[in-house]
């Protein structure tokens, strides 16, 4: 591999891993909280399980970074493997901060918001949650926030 190839391939990693935040905000405003509300609803609603329903989610947006990275390295396709790369980095990014940090679903990791992005997030992720009912929510990004979010 050239160092053009390499400079392409990171820039696809981190071209799909942007891209993914705005595929997920579209996927979570128009799907979760739209059609298919059903899956996602007992996620805005307390409950004791380990799982719930919006997990499904989860397998979905996974399963296409597996298929990436399966077609990416099997048939020797670079660029694919590379989106498939920047598909999991935004999964594990989403993990760490929605699931550990957020909604505390792993109990014995404790990340703590440290910084003021990370409060932001927090804050926006909070703000969404405030609502209950399918067309009432807002903030329906995940690891991007505008700075109205700020706690100041």
């Excluded at 919006?54 to 296409?64: G, K």
């Excluded at 929605?98 to 918001?113: E, Q, S, T």
Aim: glycine content about 6%; charged content about 15%.
């Amino acid at each position: 591999m050239n160092l053009l190839t390499a400079i392409i391939n990171i820039m696809m990693v981190l071209l799909l891993f942007v891209f993914m935040e705005f595929f997920a905000w579209f996927m979570h405003k128009y799907v979760m909280h739209g059609f298919l509300w059903i899956l996602h609803e007992d996620h805005h609603r307390y409950h004791d399980g380990l799982l719930e329903k919006n997990d499904i989610f989860t397998l979905f947006f996974s399963s296409i970074a597996i298929v990436l990275i399966y077609y990416g390295t099997t048939s020797a396709m670079p660029f694919v493997l590379a989106a498939g790369i920047g598909v999991t980095l935004y999964g594990v990014c989403y993990f760490l901060f929605h699931d550990v940090m957020f909604h505390r679903r792993i109990k014995f990791l404790k990340l703590k918001p440290g910084t003021r992005y990370l409060r932001r997030i927090i804050n926006a992720h909070a703000t969404h949650h405030q609502k209950f009912y399918q067309q009432q929510a807002v903030a329906f990004g995940f690891l991007f926030a505008s700075s109205r979010y700020d706690a100041d």
